[in-house]
């Protein structure tokens, strides 16, 4: 078990705020001022520096918040794992996940359904924010495990392969680009809607239409936008067309209220990814929690 004064430098320099660390900890501000001094002491060198009114970490308050992270880790490991030994209705713990919009709204919500039934005493947190936000998130301890399209590399994470997703041009019924075929040189002039920087479906789009000569220069944007839904709803009053995730408009199509623009030689997929932080074992409620994503879909 982790000791409390270590705890609260933890708060403090993840925040870099002694009135932070002392909100989440729920302990007054002097008592934050008293558990670091403490600390200071007992290791005999100084974690942070003032700069104004400003608070930074020292090159050794650096080293030992590295050390933490991995300590706190491990110790989350342990208690995960030895929770799954007991009956796992009554299993408690909190599992912290982190997905791009598509996966948040169209995939994890049956697997997260199974996840409760499960463990029905555990927390769920699902984090929804672009692919780029949300590994920054798991990079900063903020989430567990994080569940991304595409398959952006940073050599300080872990990856593991989970679906295939198709990526469709799609368009309004009465759109005039409704139900066709048509080439990439009369796709050029056609009014588009992309998703936002840091998207994983709009970086897809790029790349492949990069590999076949088009450039976003050469395209006819008229709006980005960010989020699913709010493409989804302006694609539905507009002419435009737009490349979503198939199963974001499954629905959709289904019903007719939007339709697939088919464009010759382009074929857009991507693969969803667990990413989790390197060096950290994949156990716990996060091996559960992918187990049961793949089972779901596999």
Not at 175 to 202: C, H
Not at 235 to 254: N, P
């Amino acid at each position: 078990m982790i000791a409390f004064h270590y705890r609260v430098f933890h708060e403090v320099a993840t925040n870099l705020s002694f009135s932070k660390a002392a909100q989440n900890l729920y302990i007054s501000q002097p008592a934050v001022s008293k558990n670091i001094k403490k600390l200071e002491i007992e290791i005999g060198i100084a974690l942070f520096e003032r700069r104004g009114a400003k608070i930074v970490l020292t090159e050794s308050g650096e080293k030992l918040l590295s050390y933490l992270r991995e300590a706190m880790s491990i110790e989350k490991q342990v208690d995960a794992d030895l929770e799954i030994f007991k009956t796992e209705l009554n299993t408690r713990g909190e599992l912290k996940i982190g997905a791009s919009t598509t996966i948040s709204l169209y995939v994890l919500p049956k697997i997260l359904s199974a996840f409760r039934q499960k463990y029905p005493l555990v927390k769920i947190l699902l984090v929804n924010r672009n692919s780029e936000n949300i590994l920054k998130a798991l990079g900063n301890y903020e989430i567990d495990v994080a569940v991304i399209e595409g398959h952006q590399v940073l050599n300080t994470l872990e990856y593991q392969p989970f679906i295939t997703d198709d990526i469709i041009g799609v368009c309004s019924k009465k759109s005039p680009w409704n139900s066709k075929v048509i080439g990439l040189s009369d796709f050029v002039k056609a009014p588009l809607v992309m998703r936002e920087r840091g998207s994983g479906t709009q970086a897809v789009v790029v790349k492949s239409l990069e590999a076949k000569g088009v450039r976003m220069a050469d395209l006819n944007v008229i709006a980005k936008l960010g989020g699913t839904e709010a493409m989804k709803n302006f694609l539905l009053e507009e002419t435009a067309i737009g490349f979503l995730s198939s199963r974001a408009v499954e629905k959709e199509l289904k019903s007719g209220e939007l339709r697939q623009v088919q464009i010759k030689d382009l074929e857009i997929s991507r693969p969803f990814t667990f990413a989790i932080r390197k060096g950290e074992q994949t156990s716990g409620f996060i091996k559960d929690f992918i187990k049961e994503a793949r089972r779901h879909y596999n």
